[in-house]
């Protein structure tokens, strides 16, 4: 059974930083596309981002590009976002995802396992 316990949310003001975190155990982590999906109340969840099991492919939602970054490290089984010059509409629960293949990442369908978010705000 595969775990995702996300970690680094809280309250920021707009402009400001966070870094998110995701520790997974169990299964096998280093083959696995992840992804970070957020959902805002009354909304769908949307993707965020995504990684390859290897690392050499990352992928943006247009509305976080170049704020963003999807990061992974296979040896202590953990993906990370660190997000920067947050604005009030990136708030949300953030959601750490795993698929066991990597197809469509950006079809929240496509991925096996969740985590059970963590809350992010950005005031403004």
């Known amino acids: 059974q595969v775990q995702l316990v996300e970690s680094g949310g809280g309250l920021v003001q707009r402009g400001g930083s966070l870094r998110l975190s995701c520790a997974a155990s169990?299964?096998?982590?280093?083959?696995?596309?992840m992804g970070w999906f957020r959902q805002a109340p009354g909304k769908e969840r949307e993707f965020v981002a995504h990684i390859s099991w290897i690392g050499d492919s990352s992928n943006y939602a247009d509305s976080v590009k170049g704020r963003f970054t999807i990061s992974r490290d296979n040896a202590k089984n953990t993906v990370s976002l660190q997000m920067s010059r947050l604005k009030p509409e990136d708030t949300a629960v953030y959601y750490c995802?795993?698929?066991?293949?990597?197809?469509?990442?950006?079809?929240?369908?496509?991925?096996?396992?969740w985590g059970q978010g963590t809350q992010v705000t950005a005031s403004s």
């Open positions: 995802a795993a698929a066991i293949a990597g197809y469509a990442p950006r079809n929240a369908a496509n991925y096996n396992y």
């Open positions: 169990g299964g096998a982590f280093p083959t696995y596309t």
